[in-house]
């Protein structure tokens, strides 16, 4: 693939990972994690890394963001900071 | 002597690309788990923060203009059915090795993403049992009833 | 504190910067990662292993032992959730129950009403009605979920795939299975005693099959021992000894999967999931 299309993806990696800390409601934060943790995915299908794609796609933007989505709804969803 | 020095660095800043980025995603990850208050904010910076290095070492492994580790083969009838000769002469081709991607960092970066989120199993129910003891996440205010109580 | 915090990563980031300036390109085929020991990895899995797929037979066959103990570690956090969260607390204090024909909600304290009634239905407290087209879409989803989590998991050889990926996958559709109905009917098909018990399943073939080399007179996970087992010889029993170890990691990472998601969504209680 051609390199423009890897400096646009992880510059919105980059974003995605300052807006998941930045915001102050906790499930956008978690799936905000969902949507980083696909486009990570992305850059490694580009980069050759398929074995490593395919289990970053079903680890992190499926299992780990439901589990992040049922930790937010057993404990609370606003937050201060 | 200043426009040279400009473009020298920045043809050097184009080159490590990869290693500028995983520098700054992996120091949003550890902003996050020393400053942040709220305990699943911790947890979201140290899910950012291994998957960085996981980054870090598969763009380690890459080679320009290699294909996927998987060996092109010819598959054919009569290869299944003699078994190991038939796949031993064609492993005596020669297998070009600059033709494939490292392999040896997807194999250890597969590990790293299944510890990663067994680890983040655990730290949420973690923090389920401390919202259940203490009534609340944030890391002030439970400083302030371990102090008081 | 916030102050001495953004200093701290100030520096880091510098100072990492500043090292990481004399590291190899990116994409050179000569750096020093790429030349020690890969090169016989790419130039040997063929004739010793007879699987193409090169991140596969490092993972189970040259590497086979710390993916074993990788196993064990995802097992072990699958029994720490259920060590830390599962643990009776006071009994819960009322339950909702809905009348299917006239649709009155009634709230009973404790737990003394009939289990299996025909007429009435337990509901859960923040009940939203479980629609209809989202659990009936799912219901047409999910078997063809599995067979493709089966797929990858046989495929490991020759495709991107393998024990890990077919695991989750597996798993997942059973969370699917969870979301869209309820957390009761999951548990009811799939119960958390058949998770823990598959978990533990898992990395017994794994282990078993590294003891099963033992036995047949070679080192601990040295498949070519298998040779009379299998009834080749010694290379295409690597290749189906990398088969069996893979089906035991993808049992054991689906039932943890199962079994974190069980006693994180209801928090250790099991009767109302998210």
Redesign the interface.
């Known amino acids: 693939m051609f390199w423009q299309l890897e ?1 646009i993806i ?1 510059l919105l ?2 974003i995605c ?2 807006a ?2 930045t915001v102050r409601d ?1 499930l956008s ?2 799936l905000l ?1 969902g949507a ?2 696909f486009l ?1 995915c992305l ?2 299908a580009v ?6 794609a395919f ?2 796609a079903t ?2 933007a499926g ?2 963001t439901v ?2 989505v ?3 709804f ?3 969803r606003r ?3 | 002597m200043r426009d040279s020095d400009m473009e020298s660095i920045f043809a ?1 800043v184009l ?7 995983y ?10 788990m ?5 305990l ?2 911790k ?3 140290m ?2 923060f291994q ?1 960085a290095i ?2 870090f070492y ?7 203009g ?8 010819h598959a054919s009838p009569e290869a299944a059915a003699h ?2 000769e038939k ?2 002469a ?3 081709e020669a ?1 070009d ?2 033709h ?8 250890l ?3 790293a ?10 730290a ?6 401390v ?2 003891t203490y009534g ?3 890391e002030d205010e439970i400083n302030q009833q371990l102090r008081s109580g | ?2 102050i001495l ?2 200093l ?2 100030l520096l ?2 510098v100072l ?2 500043v090292f ?2 004399e ?1 190899p ?5 000569d ?1 020093p ?2 030349t020690h ?3 016989y ?7 010793d292993t ?1 699987v ?4 596969t037979s ?2 189970a066959d040259y ?1 086979g032992y ?2 074993l103990f ?1 196993t064990t ?2 097992l ?3 029994l ?2 259920f060590l ?2 599962r643990i009776e ?1 006071k009994k819960v204090h009322h339950r909702y129950y809905r009348h299917e024909p006239t649709g009155v909600t009634l709230r009973m304290e404790g737990d003394k009403f009939p289990r299996n009634s025909a007429v009435f239905q337990r509901m859960d407290a923040n009940w939203v009605p479980y629609d209809f087209v989202i659990s009936r879409t799912c219901r047409l989803i999910i078997p063809f979920i599995q067979i493709f989590a089966l797929y990858v998991v046989a495929h490991g050889h ?3 795939g393998g024990g ?1 990926q077919g695991g989750v996958l597996m798993g997942a559709s059973v969370i699917l299975f969870a979301i869209s109905h309820s957390l009761r009917a999951a548990i009811k098909s799939f119960s958390e005693k058949t998770a823990a018990l598959l978990s533990v399943t898992g990395v017994f073939i794994y282990a078993g099959t590294g003891a099963l080399c033992l036995i047949f007179g070679e080192v601990f996970l040295n498949y070519s021992a298998l040779a009379p087992l299998f009834g ?5 029993a690597r290749s189906h000894g990398i088969l069996m170890v893979e089906i035991g990691v993808a049992v054991a ?1 689906t039932a ?1 999967m199962i079994w ?1 998601y069980y ?2 969504s209801s ?1 250790g209680k099991q009767d109302e999931g998210l």
């Open positions: 400096l992880l990696v980059i990972a300052i998941a800390i906790l934060s978690a994690l980083y943790s990570l850059i490694w980069m050759g890394a398929v074995d490593v289990t970053e680890v992190g299992v780990s589990f992040c049922a930790a937010v057993h404990t609370t937050t201060k900071d | 050097l080159a490590k690309a990869n290693y500028v980025v520098i700054i995603l992996m120091m949003v990850g550890l902003y996050a020393i400053v942040k208050n709220n699943i904010k947890i979201v910076g899910s950012i998957t996981i980054l598969v763009s380690i492994g890459c080679k320009r290699a294909t996927i580790p998987i060996l092109v083969h078994g190991a796949i031993a064609h492993a005596m297998v090795v600059a494939y991607i490292n392999p040896l960092p997807h194999v970066m597969l590990t993403i299944v510890v990663g989120v067994a680890t983040l199993g655990v949420l129910a973690l923090a389920i049992k919202y259940n609340t996440v944030e | 504190m916030k915090g953004k701290t990563i880091c980031g990492l910067l990481t300036m590291f390109d990116w994409g050179d085929p750096s990662a790429s020991l890969s090169p990895f790419i130039q040997h899995t063929m004739e007879a193409p797929n090169i991140v490092v993972l590497r710390d993916t990788e570690v995802i072990t956090a699958g720490a959730c830390l969260l607390r020759h495709s991107p890990f080749s010889d010694r290379v295409m990472v943890v974190i006693n994180l928090a």
